[in-house]
């Protein structure tokens, strides 16, 4: 993705020294772009628990390379173990990203007795690679869409709602709900992004709208309270968001608030998409309001914001009084009935069973 | 209402010198309890104008006993003159709030020639007091409400999810939407309110939350996004509402976000109340969507926060990045359908033309 005219991932090795891992500072946007060097797999870990990184599959490619630095920092003789250990700990920042598992557990299969360094680094770069590449493809098939909708406006923009942040910083490039936009629009489509602040940790306000802005796609941020009011007035064309997780019958849990948009958004008649590359299918399940699990965060998040002062300082803010108690659910599901389409690197289908298995036969991921 | 076991009104005559208004300044909460006074036109003006006080009914009592220092302030050749400019300087502090024209012009009419300065108090007073009883009779109206769900929950607490403040700081007592749940409450029945932060302003947060937390009400601050997922879950058993203006047919415009409460609430059979004196009735406009006028706000509502720091100061700080833009519609309008009843201090009704007329015969406020 381009970043002031220069081309990033969100991850990648140092090119002077393939020992160290570097990462975008997700923290410090969208006041500051810093770069951090990861020379660890305890790096690695602090990187994914503390959210310097964050996103399906940017965390499961941070993953993935952590366990390169395991190969690194392990003992010759100690090594398997050490492996092991190391696997253990970058599971366990956060338990509920499946991506995470997936791609620790990808690497450990490469990582038997023989293997070199070099070849154990080539299998993480490839998961990375992979993640990019389907994100890629995810544009593609999306930007379709988009296409559809553009020719029916006659040259106005197509205004696309999008909810938290499903981009290029979510993944290792490109992103899943913002890939199709970016597609759209750098072949001259016109779209104009609404983007939902997405309270309480705002990764609309602070991610989505730093990734629009530097890549030069028109866009104005507006509080999660006001989509409907918007689609109401016919100033939304389509809705696009990320999953976090889509059962084999096409539930999806997301960020929290996309239900509401699902639901308002059928009321309207305005489609409504979810983006995601085929990892973040669950073939083993089935009724997502039943069976995913949300996860609660902390009250914390709800109960404080942080930003920048007018001096330029960062600061945290309570917004209410010091006794209020706060909930602060992570995601929910929308069911599959409201959505009107899925879009894969595998192409576009129909929220249901017959229509996820249409692109996946047998039900599993390629 | 009861502030730290004191009973309190949003606006009063100072006891001691009935020629000082005082409110309660609301900017200052919930982080402080501050007690302002008002000595002129001027200074009402400019309370209006920057939010020292608002909600619809205080914006009325406020502009009423802004018409009174008026009297005062008027010279005894010129009090015709000086009178009407006055009305003129406040009407035009918020074009949008209808209870403010209404009150001023209520003053107007009773400030002909002749009329002593105590007379003129004494209509000030009757205003605030009106309001203050039209709000604690909605109070008794929508309890029976709550009664009868508190009947079917065996012991469990009523989860009440309120959108924005429509307390007793956005009247001079009582509220509307939050005053059916003091008056269960007060009667021993056991509620839980949901309280949705209300981006861009959050006056949930910073005033819902404070409001219920002085009165002992129990309730959790959520974000805006999460009342779906609350009702998907069961975990939400009403929602009541104030609004800003309801047409003769029962669609209600109220703050941002309150139509995406809506259409859930429907989704999932919750019931939906929204509850309004009768002065916000519009008995004028039928098709709210298409009559109600939709003020949009200062951008920087949604770029900026206000919060206290650590440190105990009171802090605004930047949510994204210097170069965003950001929309703000302050409003939305809910369309009758999805309304399952109004709560006035004339009673309740369904949300539709015969039901609100069957309050309020030809179709005029009592």
Redesign the interface.
């Known amino acids: 993705m381009n970043v002031n005219g220069r081309r990033y991932r969100t991850i990648w090795l140092k090119e002077t020294d393939h020992t160290v891992v570097q990462i975008i500072n997700q923290l410090a946007l969208?006041?500051a772009f810093e770069i951090i060097d990861l020379r660890s797999v305890e790096d690695v870990r602090r990187a994914i628990k503390d959210m310097y990184v964050r996103g399906a599959g940017l965390i499961g490619a941070a993953a993935a390379y952590g366990m390169y630095l395991a190969a690194l920092e392990a003992g010759e003789g100690t090594f398997e173990a050490d492996i092991l250990r190391s696997a253990a700990i970058l599971k366990n920042t956060r338990p509920t990203a499946s991506n995470l598992a997936w791609a620790v557990d990808r690497m450990l299969i490469k990582m038997v007795p023989g293997t070199s360094v070099e070849e154990i680094r080539l299998v993480a770069q490839a998961i990375a690679d992979e993640d990019a590449d389907s994100c890629r493809r995810i544009g593609l098939h999306g930007a379709e869409i988009i296409k559809t909708i553009a020719a029916k406006k006659k040259g106005e923009a197509v205004n696309i709602l999008t909810h938290c942040n499903a981009g290029w910083l979510a993944f290792v490039d490109y992103g899943s709900a913002l890939s199709p936009l970016y597609a759209a629009h750098d072949s001259g489509v016109k779209v104009h992004v609404w983007?939902d602040?997405?309270?309480?940790r705002?990764q609309g306000?602070?991610l989505t709208?730093?990734e629009l802005?530097r890549h030069g796609v028109p866009?104005?941020?507006?509080?999660?309270?006001?989509?409907?009011?918007l689609m109401?007035?016919g100033m939304v064309d389509m809705v696009i968001t990320g999953a976090d997780r889509v059962t084999r019958c096409g539930d999806a849990a997301n960020?929290?608030?996309t239900?509401?948009?699902a639901?308002?958004s059928k009321?309207n008649n305005v489609p409504f998409y979810v983006a995601l590359p085929s990892s973040t299918f669950d073939f083993n399940m089935r009724d997502g309001?039943k069976e995913i699990p949300?996860e609660e965060r902390d009250a914390a998040e709800?109960?404080?914001?942080?930003?920048?002062?007018?001096s330029g300082a960062i600061?945290?803010?309570?917004?209410?009084?010091d006794?209020?108690?706060?909930?602060?659910?992570g995601?929910?599901?929308t069911p599959a009935r409201y959505i009107t389409g899925l879009i894969s690197e595998q192409g576009i289908c129909e929220a249901s069973e017959q229509g996820i298995l249409g692109l996946y036969p047998g039900g599993t991921r390629t």
């Open positions: 969208p006041h983007v602040e997405t309270r309480p705002n306000a602070s709208a730093w802005g866009h104005d941020l507006i509080p999660d309270n006001a989509g409907g009011h109401q007035h960020k929290i608030g239900y509401l948009k639901v308002a009321e309001l949300i709800v109960r404080y914001i942080s930003g920048k002062t007018k600061e945290t803010v309570q917004i209410c009084p006794s209020t108690s706060a909930r602060n659910w995601f929910d599901v």
